[in-house]
């Protein structure tokens, strides 16, 4: 079949939520991805952050069929021999105490709100049905009803409510309005390291190490969103390690399966994962076999091909590379580890155009926002690649 073919049967029978690159891929590995007419691309989305190990790592392929061919699920109605070895590696490499298994990150979003909500009322003493969960403006944390209600996106609101009620919103960055917006009722801050979807929103040098001390201070929860910043992508395994703190509650998702599987994790260092009894919470999928035997692959291979120092390098090469572009179109080149955003100045047209001719060049990238271009490639991108990528960036971007 012809790309044509295949976008034709997506249109004539898919829901129209995505607005895609009209790109048919059919094969991927490392940083690489082919069209199924062999064109050959560089992949600089890695599916939101989702591929930081690339594409199709045979490690993880392997562990991936050897546990597919002994035991996929069993629900959470029995015990499996690969969840407690799960749990250990993972608090073990993320430092925490506990472990809530989900699928996509929204239902590890959705958990962590039980869970806060739950603890508030049961240890903190708030009054039934009067937890606050603190949010920030710009926030993108899933796609859920109760998501989508304390987002400030138009887009992902308009049509959908009415909403769940207990989210008051706050400028992101701004530590003396989460002060101000603290009431005794007042469960948890729910916020993002980076703001990855709002076009990657880097907040003020500090601002995570206040907003700990705030929410230590006031007996608030700090709940990280790490499911895009997690697991490397900033240089670090989780981006809170930037600033030398540790947060209550923590959200990985994406990259845990290295992008084979739908696997997400509430961590947890505080006790709050400690109120939920049996019956109060659950998933048929979340913590089955085959998710945990990917998962703990995909972690193994994180940490022993040092994908994460990669992360650290590529990036500041990546960047130093971009910084040399002399056009008056970029406004701003931001980024940590290879969490990268190029945004362009509003009389450029928008990104979406610039990334329809990266694409031209070979370079598949995303626009988030009107403005600003992503880039955020799989961890695993070498100097050579690197400098593959800045050539075509340099021949559409470049003045
Ligand atoms: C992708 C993402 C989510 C939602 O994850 P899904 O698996 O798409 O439900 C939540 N928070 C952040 C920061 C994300 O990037």
């Not at 295949?6 to 029978?13: K, V």
């Amino acid at each position: 079949m012809k790309p044509n073919e295949f976008i034709g049967l997506e249109e004539e029978y898919g829901a129209h939520n995505y607005k895609p690159l009209d790109v048919v891929l059919s094969r991927g590995r490392g940083v690489w991805v082919w069209d199924v007419e062999g064109n050959k691309y560089m992949d600089c989305l890695a599916a939101y952050s989702a591929v930081n190990q690339g594409h199709c790592h045979p490690k993880i392929l392997k562990a991936m069929a050897e546990q597919a061919e002994r035991l996929t699920l069993t629900s959470r109605a029995f015990r499996n021999d690969q969840l407690g070895p799960f749990y250990k590696e993972l608090c073990e490499i993320t430092r925490s105490h506990k472990v809530l298994p989900m699928n996509s990150g929204a239902e590890a979003v959705e958990t962590v709100i039980k869970a806060v909500r739950k603890w508030g009322y049961t240890v903190k003493g708030v009054p039934d049905d009067q937890a606050e969960i603190i949010v920030c403006a710009d926030n993108f944390h899933g796609r859920t009803i109760t998501i989508v209600g304390f987002s400030t996106e138009e887009s992902s609101r308009r049509g959908f409510g009415p909403f769940t009620p207990g989210f008051p919103v706050i400028p992101f960055g701004d530590i003396e309005a989460l002060e101000a917006a603290i009431t005794p009722n007042t469960v948890g801050f729910l916020v993002e390291p980076i703001q990855g979807e709002a076009g990657v929103v880097i907040p003020p040098e500090g601002y995570l190490k206040k907003a700990k001390a705030v929410c230590e201070e006031h007996n608030v929860v700090l709940i990280l969103d790490e499911i895009q910043t997690g697991l490397g992508r900033t240089g670090k395994l989780l981006a809170e390690e930037h600033e030398g703190i540790e947060a209550d509650l923590t959200l990985i998702g994406k990259a845990l399966s290295g992008g084979f599987y739908p696997i997400s994790a509430v961590l947890s260092n505080k006790e709050v994962l400690g109120v939920l009894r049996p019956g109060e919470h659950g998933s048929t999928f979340g913590g089955n076999p085959l998710a945990c035997a990917v998962a703990r692959a995909a972690m193994k291979v994180l940490v022993e091909e040092n994908l994460i120092e990669n992360a650290e390098k590529m990036g500041a090469y990546f960047m130093e590379g971009l910084k040399t572009l002399d056009n008056p179109m970029i406004r701003e080149i931001r980024g940590k580890g290879l969490m990268i955003g190029v945004e362009l100045s509003p009389d450029a047209g928008g990104a979406r155009a610039y990334c329809e001719r990266l694409m031209a060049e070979g370079l598949l990238c995303k626009e988030t926002h009107e403005n600003t271009i992503r880039f955020a490639p799989p961890l695993v991108i070498t100097q050579e690649e690197v400098d593959w990528a800045l050539e075509r960036i340099r021949k559409v971007l470049g003045r």
